[in-house]
């Protein structure tokens, strides 16, 4: 599978790339952005992925989060991956901002038009690692992930659906409980059908509520002062009593004062690089 390097710069000694290359999954061109730090050069090191928000691509974390410091001193690779298939013609897809282009909520869809090129779940979870682990000096024995928004949804449920696959997750102001909340419905009910029950397949609170038990270490950072909080669009109080249930343990969080930007983000990024350090680098 032929990468293509579309920019290449140099970043706390090590370098800060973008590929394109051709997704089987996807049937379309997506790219991703690269983190390799100076230990990358001699030695394999973990890989950490990050999943981005609604409207998102691969840029938006490498040029704004701020996590390169912290990646190159811990020594992990760092992917970034877009948030859905790009130009595939497909009727309605550029039509909102919650649904279609930028916002594939890392399902696989099974409803037409969007079964064929919506499968951002098997792309994140094994087509793009298997690309990583074939070009790329990583371990793929140690492997995390983490994300924001509906990426931090898309985190949740990687980790929580594949258990022993991910040594560690993390989130900021993930989507917990999509099943109940308006951008969850909307994207559920396009991607998957009508059958509610299907939904639950792709639902961190459910899914950590039959979660078989590998350890698994969360860390989720919540702003106080994010609207989507207060508009019912997140659901974390849902998701905390089904861990404490379950005895899945988790920290949870509440920044005073912040919302749901890249502010919020960088402010926080490095507790969350040192979180999965500590796992991967055990």
């Known amino acids: 599978m032929a990468l293509k390097e579309i920019s ?26 690269i983190y390799l ?9 973990p890989a950490l992925y990050w999943l981005s928000g609604l409207t998102c691509t691969e840029q938006n974390f490498i040029s704004k989060a701020g996590y390169q410091q912290a990646a190159s001193e811990h020594g992990l690779i760092i992917i970034a991956p877009d948030t859905s298939p790009r130009g595939c013609s497909i009727k309605g897809e550029d039509e909102s901002w919650d649904f ?23 792309y994140v979870t094994e087509e793009l690692p298997r ?39 993390s989130a900021f102001a993930p989507i917990c409980n999509p099943v109940l909340c308006p951008w ?3 994207a559920f009910s396009g991607y998957l059908g009508t059958d509610q029950s299907k939904w639950k397949a792709y639902d961190a609170t ?15 950072d919540q702003g106080k002062d994010d609207q989507f909080l207060t508009d019912g669009q997140l659901l974390p109080d849902n998701f905390i009593a089904a ?6 343990p988790v920290v949870f969080r509440l920044q005073e004062g912040y919302d749901h930007s890249y502010y919020f983000i960088a402010t926080f990024i490095t507790d969350h690089i040192r979180h999965h350090a500590k796992y991967l680098n055990a």
Not at 106 to 115: G, I, Q, R, S
């Open 8 to 33: 290449s710069n140099k970043c706390f000694e090590g370098l800060q790339k973008v590929f394109e290359h051709d997704s089987v999954e996807l049937s379309c061109k997506m790219k991703f952005g």
């Open 37 to 45: 730090p100076p230990k990358a050069e001699t030695e394999k090191c």
């Open 100 to 122: 279609g282009t930028g916002a594939g909520f890392y399902v696989d869809a099974t409803e037409d038009p969007w079964k064929t090129n919506y499968r951002m779940y098997s």
């Open 131 to 169: 690309l990583i682990n074939a070009n790329f000096p990583v371990d793929p024995q140690r492997m995390s992930i983490f994300g924001h928004s509906m990426g931090g949804h898309g985190a949740l449920i990687c980790a929580l659906k594949n258990p022993g696959k991910y040594k560690s997750v």
């Open 184 to 186: 969850g419905k909307k």
């Open 206 to 220: 459910h899914l950590v509520k039959s979660y078989p038990g590998s350890q698994l270490d969360i860390l989720i």
């Open 243 to 248: 861990c404490t249930e379950k005895k899945v």
